[in-house]
């Protein structure tokens, strides 16, 4: 079955701090692809990441990077020196190529609130 | 460049009440998906559309939920005698061909009193 946890609910920082987002997946095809959105208080999810499952190499957005490791499942994304704008919940999220049977639906982590104090 | 847009973004209803939604894609992509989100919960896929064909329907999708897309361009989702339990955001977004990359509207946030 397919699964994405974030375990961490919230977490607090001031800003100027570094921040790791955890992310753990569960899947049993070879092919998937990762994603990580951002869905601020106005409630639209922002697209930041899409990862495929055969490229394994670290990404950098200016302050954001993430790291994927598939010996671990994990997709963790980092955000250096906060700001108050990054103030959101962020949201994992896997789904499958479409010639497996899946429509490409995606399936999200319970999210983890992030909170940049200043 | 225009987003996904969804009309209404705020629903308030009785119970018991049909209500309907809204949601416009980004042109030309042909892929449409709607997903409900409750407080604290991550979205959750209910149905996809490729062009006007639904595809998909998730178990989460009641019989009081029907889905269109009427030639392949805007879709409604409808919720029929609606429940407390049906108070969510409802979220609709949009991809192309192979990107995956799914393109989310602000939502409708749907309160059932």
């Known amino acids: 079955a397919q699964k994405v946890t974030q375990a961490q609910t919230e977490i607090s920082v001031v800003e100027k701090e570094d921040v790791t987002l955890d992310c753990v997946y569960e899947?049993?095809?070879?092919?998937?692809?990762l994603f990580w959105y951002k869905q601020p208080p106005s409630g639209e999810l922002v697209f930041l990441i899409r990862?495929?499952?055969?490229?394994?190499q670290n990404e950098i957005s200016g302050r954001y990077s993430w790291n994927f490791q598939k010996s671990t499942s994990s997709f963790n994304f980092t955000i250096t020196a906060s700001q108050v704008v990054d103030s959101a919940v962020y949201f994992c999220a896997l789904s499958e190529p479409y010639y497996g049977g899946s429509q490409g639906n995606l399936i999200f982590g319970k999210g983890t609130k992030l909170s940049v104090k200043p | 460049d225009t987003g996904v847009s969804q009309n209404p973004r705020h629903k308030i209803t009785k119970r018991g009440q049909n209500v309907t939604f809204r949601c416009d894609p980004i042109?030309?992509?042909?892929?449409l998906y709607w997903y409900r989100q409750t407080l604290g919960q991550g979205p959750e896929f209910l149905t996809y559309?490729?062009?006007?064909?639904?595809?998909?329907k998730s178990r989460l999708l009641s019989d009081r939920f029907s889905a269109e897309r009427p030639k392949g361009s805007f879709s409604t989702l409808e919720i029929q005698r609606t429940e407390q339990g049906d108070s969510a955001m409802y979220l609709c977004?949009?991809?192309?061909?192979?990107?995956?990359?799914?393109?989310f509207g602000a939502g409708t946030r749907l309160s059932v009193l």
């Open positions: 042109s030309e992509h042909n892929r």
């Open positions: 559309f490729q062009n006007e064909a639904q595809l998909e």
């Open positions: 977004a949009s991809s192309s061909g192979g990107a995956y990359i799914q393109y």
């Open positions: 899947t049993r095809d070879t092919t998937y692809y």
């Open positions: 990862r495929n499952s055969f490229d394994e």
